[in-house]
């Protein structure tokens, strides 16, 4: 079996968690999903999490809306707390304690992001949802997981997406796309490749930090991704 990894960030995208059905959250999806996060707890891996908003709110135009774009990243920022807290209640019903912790103060809901009390939690078992991106407008979910990665000095961040991994062109539209096992920072941004921005790659490659991007259509494949299995595909730093 492959060596697994310490402490990792688990990126999940909110369409996943949506289901199928036209549903903004999917109980069997977060159920599923919660166990597998706590597996991994159990196992001796240190977890803390990301989820994305499109499930609920996507940049801002969507559906003939026209919101300033600060407005719209503030939208999606309170959208990502919805899908935490979600996240939260079914790890909690696994027996794991979980926490949210906000980048922008909502102390109603959650307590404000803090990196040593975050690592504290870390160390102690706990799973620690990230919620509200950084807090600021402007920066992508790619950037906003990375940073939070180095600074938790996370070993990888798990992203699972709704593809198997990264392909020299899109899979969807060429039947000839080549799909890496393995690819560098810096090969990825000589390609052109969009697999995460530039700004999230530079942030990985600096700090040593991996990047597994693999299909959510399997929940399983989480506690692969962790354990340091092939699949999907690895982001790493030459």
């Not at 059905?21 to 240190?46: C, F, H, Y």
């Not at 799973?127 to 790619?142: E, K, Q, R």
Request: glycine letters at 10%.
């Amino acid at each position: 079996m492959a060596q697994q990894f310490k402490r990792v960030l688990v990126k999940l995208s909110g369409e996943a968690l949506s289901g199928e059905g036209g549903r903004i959250l999917d109980g069997d999806m977060l159920s599923s999903v919660a166990e597998k996060l706590a597996r991994l707890v159990k196992e001796g891996t240190q977890v803390c999490v990301v989820i994305g908003a499109g499930n609920i709110w996507r940049g801002a135009r969507q559906n003939g809306l026209t919101v300033d774009r600060v407005r719209g990243d503030h939208m999606g920022m309170l959208a990502t707390l919805i899908n935490s807290i979600a996240m939260q209640d079914y790890i909690i019903k696994t027996g794991v304690k979980a926490r949210v912790m906000s980048a922008v103060q909502i102390q109603q809901f959650c307590e404000t992001y803090a990196q040593y009390k975050a690592i504290e939690y870390l160390e102690n078992g706990e799973v620690v949802i990230l919620a509200c991106g950084v807090g600021y407008p402007f920066f992508s979910t790619d950037t906003g997981m990375m940073l939070r990665a180095a600074e938790l000095k996370c070993d990888a961040v798990l992203s699972a997406k709704n593809v198997d991994g990264v392909y020299d062109k899109d899979p969807a539209k060429f039947k000839d796309a080549k799909k890496f096992d393995k690819l560098s920072y810096s090969e990825m941004l000589s390609l052109g490749l969009k697999a995460i921005d530039t700004s999230a790659a530079a942030i990985g490659a600096e700090n040593g930090i991996k990047t597994v991007l693999f299909p959510l259509s399997d929940p399983e494949n989480i506690i692969l991704a962790a354990r340091g299995e092939s699949i999907g595909t690895l982001l790493y730093n030459e």
